[in-house]
């Protein structure tokens, strides 16, 4: 049923599971002891995290964009050394209305001190965003099978 759920509101797997459990541990430590139902929550959210991870995977990718006056430095490095693709868009800065060079770079989970240190050693000025990606599709990736 959770996962019926799940394919039609916003809300995870174990998110839907710990909800409904929620309701029940609220029931048991009414009718029973509290400290009985506390254990029981708190054994069920380390059990609804696990399930989350094992349906959203351990490869969770990162994504980096790197606003930098050394794009291509940066570009270069990273494919060399990590053999990524790379994308590069140019951008305006909306306060100061000068123009700006945008690095965007998607890595696996284990390659992100890596960058840091290729940003860190082309453009020490550069700001950088990293965010969590739950799945990836393409060349150095996943493949299209199966989506």
């Given at each position: 049923m959770a996962v019926l759920f799940a394919r039609t509101t916003s809300f995870s797997v174990g998110q839907i599971l710990l909800g409904v459990d929620a309701v029940i541990?609220?029931?048991?430590?009414?009718?029973?002891?509290?400290?009985?139902?506390m254990y029981a929550i708190i054994y069920m959210f380390i059990a609804t995290r696990i399930v989350d991870l094992v349906q959203e995977g351990l490869s969770l990718s990162?994504?980096?964009?790197?606003?930098?006056?050394?794009?291509?430095?940066?570009a270069d490095e990273i494919m060399a050394k990590l053999e990524r693709g790379v994308t590069l868009f140019q951008a305006i800065g909306a306060y100061s209305?000068?123009?700006?060079q945008v690095v965007y770079c998607v890595i696996n989970r284990s390659e992100?001190?890596?960058?840091?240190?290729?940003?860190?050693?082309?453009?020490?000025q550069a700001f950088m965003a990293i965010?969590?990606?739950?799945?990836?599709v393409g060349e150095g990736f996943s493949s299209w099978r199966g989506h």
């Open positions: 541990f609220l029931v048991a430590a009414i009718l029973f002891r509290p400290e009985m139902a990162k994504s980096v964009m790197v606003v930098t006056n050394q794009p291509q430095r940066i209305g000068d123009p700006k992100l001190s890596q960058i840091k240190e290729i940003v860190r050693h082309q453009d020490p965010s969590e990606v739950p799945e990836v």
